[in-house]
């Protein structure tokens, strides 16, 4: 009996001791972002400079880094990134780095549930290989920061800061192609919004304006209060050459925005249109 009440404390000890938590050294860190329609994630830990010296001697030169702490970082990404000439695809990776005082190695690893760097590197594993210059900061980052910036609707910046060393990784993704599918898929039967969402990329990306403005009327013929198409409108018809009819279009948005109570549209055709008178 003795034996079974000793043992009924072990196991009770063991589950108060299995609930003690304390924070990591290095602590995790996820980053999700989203650029043009691809998603990207990555999910590293975040070591401190903690007054050491870092690179070349913490993380030593030309050898393969974890590119963190604990378990290797990781990038997941639902479609292609483009490295200039170079082509990533969906999928997720492992992401280590060989750093030199001038140059950073950046390699994409297909194998990614290592605990830091594989002890038996593959090179059959490497998915991506790039080599990105270091960009020396007057000041320290304590922590190990990976982060997407420059963001446009197609591309962006991968940028990694630690201590005074800064990588800037420019990227692209393939948006127009995906775009153009879906707007000839949904004009099967499209809504207003539809109309207008189709008719401000045409616009935005430069393919096809008086498309652009086609589609916009139609947006408009079945919302005619919505002032943010008529103000996507005037900007085509300026972009066209129709200052007179861009004005007039203004016109219209800035008196259902100013009934609606928008002061940032009123303000935009007011500018517009004295801009405009200028140049018809």
């Given at each position: ?158 940028i ?16 127009k ?28 990306e ?55 109570g928008?002061?940032?549209y ?15």
């Amino acid at each position: 009996m003795k034996c079974f009440f000793f043992s009924v404390y072990l196991l009770s000890t063991g589950v108060l001791l299995s609930q003690v938590t304390a924070p990591k050294a290095s602590p995790p860190c996820r980053l999700e972002q989203r650029i043009g329609l691809t998603d990207i994630v990555v999910s590293y830990s975040r070591p401190s400079v903690n007054g050491r010296v870092i690179f070349g001697d913490l993380v030593p030169y030309n050898e393969y880094w974890r590119f963190g702490a604990n378990e290797s970082t990781k990038l997941t990404c639902s479609d292609a990134l483009i490295f200039g000439s170079d082509t990533l695809k969906a999928g997720t990776y492992a992401l280590y780095v060989k750093p030199s005082p001038t140059d950073w190695q950046l390699v994409f690893y297909t194998e990614y549930g290592s605990w830091g760097v594989p002890a038996k590197w593959d090179e059959t594993k490497v998915a991506l290989n790039l080599t990105r210059p270091v960009m020396n900061r007057q000041e320290s980052v304590e922590n190990l920061t990976i982060d997407i910036n420059n963001m446009r609707n197609n591309a962006g910046d991968l940028i990694i800061t630690w201590d005074k060393v800064k990588i800037q990784v420019p990227f692209s993704v393939m948006v127009k192609d995906k775009v153009l599918a879906s707007i000839k898929k949904v004009m099967a039967g499209p809504t207003a919004n539809d109309y207008h969402t189709a008719a401000k990329f045409y616009f935005d990306e430069k393919i096809d304006d008086k498309q652009a403005l086609e589609w916009v009327e139609k947006a408009i013929i079945l919302r005619p209060e919505a002032y943010w198409m008529l103000r996507t409108k005037s900007l085509i018809q300026a972009s066209l050459g129709f200052y007179t009819e861009a004005i007039k279009t203004a016109e219209q948005c800035q008196k259902l925005a100013e009934a609606d109570g928008d002061t940032a549209y009123v303000s935009q055709c007011k500018n517009s249109i004295a801009q405009w008178k200028k140049l018809r």
